[in-house]
Each structure stands twice: as C-alpha cells, then as structure tokens.
C-alpha cells in the first residue's frame, strides 16, 4: 500500500494543476465566530477508492515527503496572499512538513520562498511521532525554519514523552488532541490541565484545544491563556461554529461572518 500511495502522490505533485486537495479548519479565540487561524489539511484522492486519509506514514521520511511538504508550504502562501487580498488577518495558516523535509537542507528548501509574506504567518505543522521520534537532524530543521521566520506547531500532543520533547525542541504552538483536551472536564485529575498549560506557557508554547465539544472547556482554555479552540462534530454551545474542513472559498467569506 505504501508503494500505491508513493505513487500516487509522486504523480500528483508533478502534474502541475496540484489536485491534492487542501481543507482548512478554523481556530477560535473562544470569543467570536471568526476564526483567528487555519490548520490545514490535505487529502490525496484515487479514482478507485476514493480518499485516503492514512497516507502520511507512507512518507514521511522519504523524498516523496520532502517534495509534499514543499506543496503545503506553497499551498499556504498562496492562502495567506489570497485572505490578504481580501483585508482578512489571520495569525497563521499551517502547510503540513513531514520528517523527510525537517531533516533535509530546510535552510536552502526555504530560501526565497516567503517574499512578501511574513513567516510567523506560516505555520510548519508536524506530528508527534515527527517530533519524538525525528532525532537530531529534526531537531535542526526545526531550529533553522524557526531561524529563517517561519512558526512551527506539533499536533496530536497527546502525553509526556511528546512534553520532554518540547523541553528540547522548541516550537510555536502545540495542538492538543482530544484526549488531552477533555483533561479540562476531568474533575479526577484536578489541577493538571492547568499545570499543562502553565508549563506550555513558561516553555513559549502557544496552546490550542483540539477536539472542543462545549462552553466549559472553552472557558477553560480561555481562563488558562490558551493560543485558541478547535470545535469538534459534536460541539454544542452559544457559538455558531463551521464544523468540519471548509473549502478556500468558504474560509475567505468566513470574514463576512458577525463576530
């Protein structure tokens, strides 16, 4: 299967009109119905099945991933000039990087290719497991995009081992996964989102709550100073939320929305 998507990919990026098709998913400051920021996804299709979701595993650390990565940077560029276009700021829009591109030649990989687009508003987005598992040269790689302007986020933080890896590895923004995120309604385990966050906070890292379902826990995260909220499918609260991924189109009219 691994082979299969390789390929798949490997002809997507060099056909030239980029089908790989990018959604964006708002980030909220817990205030209005504007988000303040875009994650961004990708999904890669085929005529057979449809879309795969689980291709980032097949290559992450291969050159294939390295020239992927090199498509969201441009993809999210593009986003940023188009919502400038239309007197939309946003903080960041991510371009997911794989482990392949963090622990190549990212100074010459990102060399020019800002322009006239500042790089905090570029946010280079990669897992956990890239980051725990990436070593030395990742380490590097991020240091140099950080070094270069560009903002760099981990997302799925999900436990302790991904925490000491902060310690060494600094980074702009941590994305929490669900799990981690419900820490706040868990009155058993009182105390330890706010530690969480706390140390978020003394390390520079700009917290955001993925995986939101109510009120309480955007309270929360808004008492705690966290960065932003994510809502999940099953929100229910006083905010009108778009759930789910949103085509370009669709988040360029997210500034015509009453805050």
Known sequence: MAEVLTKIITETLSSGVEPLHRKYYGIYDGYGEVPIAYLTETEVFTAASGIVADYRNAIENTEVGRRFSLSCIASAIRAVR?????????????AEVTGSFLSGNV????????????????????????????????????????????STAVYGFNGEESLSALMRVPVNYAFLSPEMTALTRDRNKSGLFTALTGLMRSLRISTVLCGVNNDDTIRDATAAECFGIMPSQDY?????????????NDIVADGERVL
């Open 236 to 248: 229910s609260g006083q905010f009108g939320f778009r759930k789910g991924g949103a085509e370009f």
């Open 107 to 150: 100074l010459k990989d990102l060399d020019g290719l800002l322009d006239d687009v500042s790089g905090e508003k570029i946010c280079l987005a990669f897992s956990e497991k890239t980051l725990t598992e990436g070593g030395e040269k990742v380490k590097g790689g991020i240091a140099d995009a950080r070094g270069m302007g560009f």
């Open 82 to 94: 188009g919502l400038r276009e239309v007197d939309r700021q946003v903080s960041f829009i991510t």
